[in-house]
């Protein structure tokens, strides 16, 4: 099985980091999207989603 990889466009690293956010337009509060992230991308993503007002949580990411 192939290991979860960051959701940073053309990267192939594996996951370390769950963005979890929503959008308020369109989800509930308590709705969690996620954005997986690489140790590489974290800050950038997290700085995509925070700029939004989208970015909830940052957690470790544990591959299922």
């Avoid at 290991?3 to 466009?9: F, L, Q, R």
């Avoid at 990267?11 to 308020?24: D, E, I, K, S, V």
């Avoid at 337009?25 to 999207?33: A, E, F, G, S, Y």
């Amino acid at each position: 099985m192939e290991p979860d990889v960051c959701s940073a466009k053309g990267c192939r690293a594996p996951a370390t980091w769950q963005l979890q956010w929503n959008n308020p337009k369109l989800h509930t509060p308590d709705r969690r999207k996620i954005w997986l992230a690489c140790d590489e991308h974290r800050a950038s993503l997290e700085s995509f989603l925070g700029a939004r007002q989208f970015l909830k949580e940052t957690v470790p990411h544990t591959p299922a």
